[in-house]
């Protein structure tokens, strides 16, 4: 048997660019059989087309690079749903561009390991510029400020709870009604107390603030999941400061608003936190993953410093070689920074901004046709790039049968919610169950206003046959 080439070095390329006319083949040839954002059939029919496709998932004897590509490759793209497609709406699930997938290859066959310099002596300077210039981004003010790269929102916001705890203990997480899931899950995770859903509004913060006598981390948001809505981030923060408490802001959604000039006054206070998640691969147009955490001054990030003898020797770090190792606290990394820095510098500030005003504007004209369309409900007007609505006259019920018939039928992709705001709560503590919501998010910025039409036709169309 002849043995398989590899990805790097001089010869890499050879091997590599007759298998990407494969993949790049069934890439094509597996949407056009799709036909449309989402595989027919439901989990039983796509589940069984893919064991067709690829049952024996490990022979007695291989069937070839080129074969098995073509044929995995085609089954997966078939049967996955596609953000590229403007029907496509359900989730914080960009459609990357292509230079960002381009670079994220490059990444893929120079495979540096980001946990030692040895291992990855360019990608880790790279890594150095781009989280120290996005950290500037975020505190512009700041003489020192430095950020992390993580997975996403969730390792980002675990990270923030941890280095809250490593300055000052067992903290109380004060957090909003609509925090992401990933806060809870971290004080759990990092043995903190139960965080306290607290409304954030000023008063009941403060009210709650004067009430936790030891030490307090506040979470706030800028981008909620459900609706895209922000805090009010300057009075927070100022409360925080009376307070003496600790903020982390959870921007993974709204903060690449920083790069729009229109857009950016929405985060007023960003800069004011402690710690602050951003993720761009939603806003960002990164395939996954493309998580930051940025902290005001590096010195926060002295927690996670470690010695392992065969990575950061304390001899070595004294002799110059970059320590890496408290980048993290992952040991293994992609360079996720490659696809991240080839953006940044193809498109520059206008250009990301560009892409941002343009995904909020898509929002801004959905919810204009949704409440200029009888026998639709608009939830609110969005701040960001998500639009919640629903078949006025709808059950809950049939509203959440409207978005399993079109999945099933592959026709359009829309996600559902039950938010805080004006039409109740999640019914905790009693209150009054919210009515479920469609949620469209809009990040493809390629989508047309015919494609806006075609998704409230398609609902309604379902409405009616679900009525």
């Not at 609509?178 to 809870?184: E, G, M, Y």
């Not at 981390?217 to 600790?246: F, K, M, Q």
């Not at 392992?308 to 970059?322: K, V």
């Not at 039928?409 to 996600?415: F, I, N, P, T, Y």
Request: charged share 20%.
């Amino acid at each position: 048997m002849t043995t398989p080439p590899l990805a790097g070095g001089t010869a890499g390329p050879d091997g590599l660019r007759p298998l990407l006319e494969v993949v790049l083949d069934a890439l094509h040839d597996g949407a056009a059989e799709r036909g449309g954002p989402f595989p027919a059939g439901g989990p039983g029919g796509v589940g069984a087309r893919l064991r067709e496709a690829v049952e024996p998932v490990l022979p007695e004897q291989g069937i070839g690079a080129g074969e098995a590509l073509r044929s995995l490759v085609h089954a997966v793209a078939q049967g996955s749903a596609d953000p590229a497609d403007p029907l496509c709406v359900a989730h914080l699930h960009n459609p990357p561009l292509a230079l960002a997938v381009a670079a994220d290859l490059a990444g893929s066959a120079l495979n540096p390991s980001m946990d030692s310099w040895d291992q990855a002596p360019a990608a880790s300077e790279l890594e150095a510029l781009l989280t120290r210039t996005l950290a500037a981004e975020v505190y512009p003010r700041a003489p020192a400020p430095d950020a992390l790269v993580t997975t996403g929102g969730t390792e980002s916001n675990q990270l923030g709870l941890l280095l809250a705890r490593e300055r000052h203990g067992a903290v109380q997480v004060l957090c909003g009604e609509d925090t992401h899931h990933s806060v809870r899950r971290g004080a759990w995770l990092l043995g903190l107390p139960e965080p306290v859903t607290v409304p954030q509004r000023p008063g009941a913060l403060d009210a709650a603030l004067t009430a936790h006598r030891g030490p307090v981390l506040v979470v706030a948001t800028a981008g909620t999941t459900d609706t895209g809505r922000i805090d009010p981030l300057p009075e927070i923060a100022d409360l925080c400061e009376r307070h003496r408490a600790e903020l982390h802001i959870d921007a993974a959604y709204g903060g690449p608003l920083l790069f729009s000039t229109g857009l950016r006054p929405l985060l007023n206070g960003l800069d004011r936190a402690h710690s602050v998640t951003l993720d761009l691969h939603k806003l960002g147009w990164q395939p996954v993953a493309a998580g930051l955490l940025a902290v005001s001054d590096r010195a926060r990030l002295a927690p996670l410093g470690h010695t392992a003898e065969y990575l950061n020797a304390d001899d070595d770090t004294r002799a110059g070689l970059p320590d890496l190792l408290g980048r993290s606290l992952r040991t293994t990394r992609r360079p996720d920074v490659l696809k991240i820095a080839v953006t940044l510098k193809a498109l520059g500030r206008t250009g990301l901004g560009a892409l941002v005003d343009r995904s909020c504007a898509t929002a801004r004209d959905f919810a204009e046709l949704v409440a200029q369309t009888p026998g639709l409900q608009l939830y609110e007007r969005p701040t960001l790039s998500t639009v919640l609505f629903r078949p006025a006259a709808a059950t809950d019920e049939q509203t959440a049968r409207i978005r399993r018939a079109l999945l099933t039928e592959g026709r359009a992709v829309l996600g559902r919610a039950r938010p805080q705001g004006p039409y109740g709560s999640h019914g905790q503590h009693g209150g009054p169950k919210s009515p479920l919501w469609l949620k469209a998010t809009f990040l493809n910025p390629h989508a047309t206003p015919d494609d806006l039409k075609t998704l409230i036709g398609l609902v309604l169309a379902e409405g009616s046959a679900h009525s």
